[in-house]
């Protein structure tokens, strides 16, 4: 399959996903959450981490791996501010009382994590009639960069190419409201197009 | 001093790439090292700077790409010296600092994802092939890094998400 071809399949084999773990998302935010078109890359880009706030930026997040019919890869960033702004969300608090990542907050991110990265993979097994197994939820903290790379690292260590879907999510008030990015091991890329076709 | 110089340009060095400089006013910077490792290389006598980032172990016979030339350890490590060498540093005189290599997805991945290990076992092996031994390392951990070399002063610099820049 050409990677055209290819990157046309998982854009809408993701979009599904995306749109579900965008719905996730909106319910624990209380609010509209709009996503975008998911983007389907081939190769590493140095741009994956724009949305958040840029190679070095800070972020909050959750990832989880994906097994059962295929393996890979789930990660959801959000830059630190909103994070904390969704757990206070989430726990019933005023806006602003989480001030730095603690236990609490922690726990609540890997919550979100679970629920949108599952809605995610849930929507993909469904589509595609897979059955696939996400982790549980790790936290992550970190530079976005550093996150986003080792994942690559991960992918590129298998041989092959690294495919990476990525999905923005955005607020009412177009702000960037959380960054979903998905990357199948590249030994299940031929299944996916497979099932797909 | 951790700060650059206000007029210093930096140069970010991304994933796979490597740069080499002799403009003082340089600061060749590597950002958000996760399992990646950052090499820099400095030659006090010529002042050449050098930076690589590197992502994988080996290139196991494989070509680099052109677009990342530095993707692999090995074949990233010889290009990274051979440039130097064209811009005038000396391998004997070199100072290589090396900064990386950690598990950023959390510890119940750590076990599963040891690229960051080989890469600083890879990098390790090679610069031993070339007769080098690191003058300062800081890798493994759980936390993401920032390395830098400001070529006017050859000063290395590493920092993380939770702690201001460190000399190397």
């Given at each position: 399959?050409?990677?055209?071809?290819?990157?046309?399949?998982?854009?809408?084999?993701?979009?599904?996903?995306?749109?579900?773990?965008?719905?996730?998302?909106?319910?624990?935010?209380?609010?509209?959450?709009?996503?975008?078109?998911?983007?389907?890359?081939?190769?590493?880009?140095?741009?994956?981490?724009?949305?958040?706030?840029?190679?070095?930026?800070?972020?909050?997040?959750?990832?989880?791996?994906?097994?059962?019919?295929?393996?890979?890869?789930?990660?959801?960033?959000?830059?630190?501010?909103?994070?904390?702004?969704?757990?206070?969300?989430?726990?019933?608090?005023?806006?602003?009382?989480?001030?730095?990542?603690?236990?609490?907050?922690?726990?609540?991110?890997?919550?979100?994590?679970?629920?949108?990265?599952?809605?995610?993979?849930?929507?993909?097994?469904?589509?595609?009639?897979?059955?696939?197994?996400?982790?549980?939820?790790?936290?992550?903290?970190?530079?976005?960069?550093?996150?986003?790379?080792?994942?690559?690292?991960?992918?590129?260590?298998?041989?092959?190419?690294?495919?990476?879907?990525?999905?923005?999510?955005?607020?009412?008030?177009?702000?960037?409201?959380?960054?979903?990015?998905?990357?199948?091991?590249?030994?299940?890329?031929?299944?996916?197009?497979?099932?797909?076709? | 001093m951790t700060a650059p110089p206000s007029e210093a340009r930096r140069i970010s060095v991304?994933?796979?790439?490597?740069?080499?400089?002799?403009?003082?006013?340089?600061?060749?910077?590597?950002?958000?090292?996760?399992?990646?490792?950052?090499?820099?290389?400095?030659?006090?006598?010529?002042?050449v700077g050098g930076l690589a980032h590197v992502l994988l172990p080996s290139a196991d016979?494989?070509?680099?790409?052109?677009?990342?030339?530095?993707?692999?350890?090995?074949?990233?490590?010889?290009?990274?010296?051979?440039?130097?060498?064209?811009?005038?540093?000396?391998?004997?005189?070199?100072?290589?600092?090396?900064?990386?290599?950690?598990?950023?997805?959390?510890?119940?991945?750590?076990?599963?994802?040891?690229?960051?290990?080989?890469?600083?076992?890879?990098?390790?092996?090679?610069?031993?092939?070339?007769?080098?031994?690191?003058?300062?390392?800081?890798?493994?951990?759980?936390?993401?890094?920032?390395?830098?070399?400001?070529?006017?002063?050859?000063?290395?610099?590493?920092?993380?998400?939770?702690?201001?820049?460190?000399?190397?």
């Amino acid at each position: 399959m050409a990677q055209e071809a290819l990157v046309q399949m998982l854009t809408s084999v993701s979009r599904d996903g995306a749109v579900r773990a965008g719905r996730g998302l909106s319910g624990l935010m209380g609010q509209e959450i709009s996503i975008h078109v998911p983007n389907v890359r081939i190769g590493t880009k140095a741009d994956a981490c724009d949305a958040v706030g840029g190679e070095e930026s800070l972020v909050l997040g959750a990832y989880l791996s994906i097994s059962g019919d295929i393996t890979g890869h789930v990660m959801l960033l959000f830059p630190v501010a909103r994070a904390l702004q969704c757990v206070d969300l989430m726990c019933g608090q005023p806006s602003g009382t989480t001030v730095e990542p603690g236990e609490l907050a922690e726990s609540a991110i890997g919550e979100l994590g679970n629920i949108v990265g599952s809605a995610f993979v849930n929507a993909l097994a469904d589509d595609l009639n897979l059955i696939l197994h996400p982790s549980p939820p790790t936290i992550i903290h970190d530079m976005a960069i550093a996150l986003v790379q080792s994942v690559y690292a991960e992918v590129l260590s298998q041989g092959g190419d690294v495919v990476m879907m990525d999905a923005v999510f955005e607020d009412e008030k177009g702000r960037t409201a959380g960054l979903l990015i998905v990357a199948p091991d590249p030994g299940s890329i031929e299944r996916l197009i497979k099932v797909a076709a | 001093m951790t700060a650059p110089p206000s007029e210093a340009r930096r140069i970010s060095v991304g994933i796979g790439q490597l740069a080499i400089s002799r403009d003082p006013k340089e600061v060749l910077v590597a950002y958000g090292l996760g399992s990646c490792i950052g090499i820099s290389c400095y030659d006090p006598q010529s002042r050449v700077g050098g930076l690589a980032h590197v992502l994988l172990p080996s290139a196991d016979g494989k070509r680099a790409e052109d677009r990342e030339p530095a993707r692999f350890a090995d074949t990233g490590i010889d290009l990274l010296l051979r440039r130097l060498a064209e811009a005038g540093a000396s391998p004997r005189r070199l100072i290589v600092k090396v900064a990386g290599g950690a598990a950023v997805l959390g510890p119940a991945n750590a076990e599963k994802f040891k690229i960051g290990e080989r890469n600083a076992e890879a990098i390790r092996e090679r610069l031993k092939h070339h007769g080098i031994a690191p003058a300062a390392t800081d890798v493994g951990g759980a936390k993401g890094r920032t390395l830098e070399v400001h070529v006017g002063t050859g000063k290395t610099f590493v920092r993380t998400a939770a702690s201001p820049a460190n000399e190397l």
